[in-house]
């Protein structure tokens, strides 16, 4: 790991640092302030101040050496500042800085502000410390980290190179705490459920599967809290939430990861449309505390999150943005037609709602760019939602799509256990015929339903897919810390 040339002449230098009687990795350091407190502070300063004193800790991004002066540029969480080191100032200790001191090293300065001939408002040293000595170098391009692999599996590199990813993190968090904020200030009760499921529920998705060595038993790993959720409403409360992680042993592209986050949210004695409603506030409550514009720029496209959202139902959708023929969404004969006659591959089922899935997938989903709520879904591809009182072909349900994308699926919760019980049937007819991502019965889930669920309605929301759009990042893994990768090499 530390045979490349130039770490060696790194740990070289560290060593020369400890024969001077100095700890390259210094451990009692406090930081006073940041650069964005020295340039506010200091900002409208017309020449020198030797009367003011600034302490500030960074990393080391430009490094210009000099007979008996240096530039350097040093860089925080906060921003980037220019610094003058010069043995007017520091004496003998300079020559020696010369000597050691490397772009990526952190530092801690003190010193008086001034403003160059160039107008560069910068901190004149008069202490220099090396706080942590870098040995491996940072990569040659200052302005940024261009090589996505290196940037995704060195995440930490990525962050010392480019600003920006940062600032995408930190507006990530911000996300998720005005997310909770919101749902605490209605009284909503953040929980934590499990994660090792005995029972792949929740969802319709590939498990990961473990083992427990204790109990002798296999157990999967989350695809879903949606049914351990609506299990406390049983248990009484009114209102849950969850910010959950999530785990789905499927395929990667730019929206999808094998674990990601997602809110959810149930709430009883509300219906579908009481969800709708939340759903615009939440929005409205991000953009206001975030501060953003409701036009947002995002890929080629300008997204308006004006609320109230768009809404077709899923019949209309796909006559009015999918132009498909109204007159063949009844027959399956002819909806099997048009989508051989378009080169479509089939559903593994052949019942009305999957192929007015595929038909949706195929011509409806991509046009839908500012957010839009579609409803009614068709019953057989939403196993756990409410039947609609009217009709009984349709579930009342919801998914919000922005870009072409989906970012929330809701609906009023299906609380008749024998209802349940029997589409969990049906899902395991379905996984008979190959369905490997169809629903397995939870009895307990059902018995649970049989002591009486509250009418209530609940939702999920992918935080990835939230932040993508918020960010104007077109990859999840733009907004995933650490994102799944493949392995750099494969062994035979």
């Known amino acids: 790991m530390f045979d490349n040339k130039y770490v060696e002449q790194r740990i070289e230098k560290g060593e020369a640092l400890k024969s001077l009687g100095k700890n390259p990795y210094e451990n009692r350091v406090s930081r006073d302030g940041l650069t964005a407190d020295f340039i506010e502070k200091f900002g409208n300063l017309e020449d020198r101040d030797e009367s003011e004193s600034f302490r500030l800790i960074g990393r080391i991004k430009f490094l210009r050496l000099m007979g008996k002066a240096s530039f350097m540029k040093i860089e925080d969480s906060e921003g980037i500042l220019q610094i003058y080191v010069s043995k007017n100032q520091l004496g003998d200790w300079f020559g020696d800085i010369k000597n050691i001191v490397e772009v990526g090293d952190l530092i801690e300065v003190e010193g008086f502000p001034f403003v ?118 049983v248990g009484g409360f009114d209102g849950v939430f969850e910010i959950n992680r999530n785990f789905r042993n499927e395929g990667m592209d730019h929206t999808h990861n094998p674990e990601f986050t ?88 052949l019942s009305l709602g999957y192929l007015w899935a595929e038909l949706f997938d195929n011509f409806v989903e991509k046009k839908l760019i500012n957010p839009t709520f579609i409803t009614e879904f068709p019953i057989d591809i939403s196993p756990l939602a409410r039947r609609n009182d009217q009709n009984s072909e349709i579930a009342d349900r919801f998914e919000l799509f922005i870009h072409g994308t989906e970012v929330a699926n809701g609906f009023s919760e299906l609380n008749d256990p024998i209802d349940q019980y029997e589409r969990f049937k049906k899902q395991l007819e379905a996984k008979d015929d190959g369905d490997d991502e169809a629903h397995e019965m939870d009895e307990d889930y059902v018995k649970a339903l049989s002591y009486g669920m509250p009418p209530a309605a609940g939702e999920g929301v992918g935080i990835d897919r939230l932040v993508m759009l918020l960010t104007n990042q077109h990859s999840i893994r733009d907004v995933l810390l650490f994102p799944a990768m493949k392995p750099l090499h494969h062994e035979e």
């Open 116 to 233: 160059t001939k160039t107008d560069e408002l910068s901190l004149n040293v008069r202490e220099f410390k090396i706080v942590t000595k870098a040995i491996s170098p940072l990569p040659e391009k200052f302005h940024g980290l261009q090589d996505k692999e290196l940037r995704y599996r060195q995440r930490y590199l990525d962050m010392i190179m480019n600003s920006e990813v940062r600032k995408v993190f930190k507006t990530r968090s911000r996300i998720v705490s005005e997310i909770r904020h919101f749902f605490e200030s209605r009284e909503f009760l953040e929980v934590e459920t499990p994660m090792l499921h005995p029972i792949a529920g929740g969802a319709n998705a590939r498990p990961f599967i473990t083992h427990h060595n204790a109990l002798s038993v296999d157990r999967f790993l989350r695809i879903a809290p949606e049914l351990y959720l609506k299990r406390l409403l």
């Open 262 to 349: 997602m809110l959810e949210y149930y709430w009883a004695f509300h219906r579908v449309e009481d969800l709708m409603k939340l759903t615009e506030e939440l929005f409205d409550h991000l953009f206001e505390k975030l501060e953003l514009s409701r036009v947002l720029k995002y890929d080629e496209s300008e997204i308006d999150f004006s609320t109230p959202f768009q809404t077709y139902t899923y019949r209309e959708a796909l006559v009015k943005v999918g132009e498909v023929p109204e007159n063949i969404l009844l027959s399956i004969p002819e909806m099997v037609a048009y989508l051989e006659k378009h080169d479509l591959e089939l559903p593994q089922t």
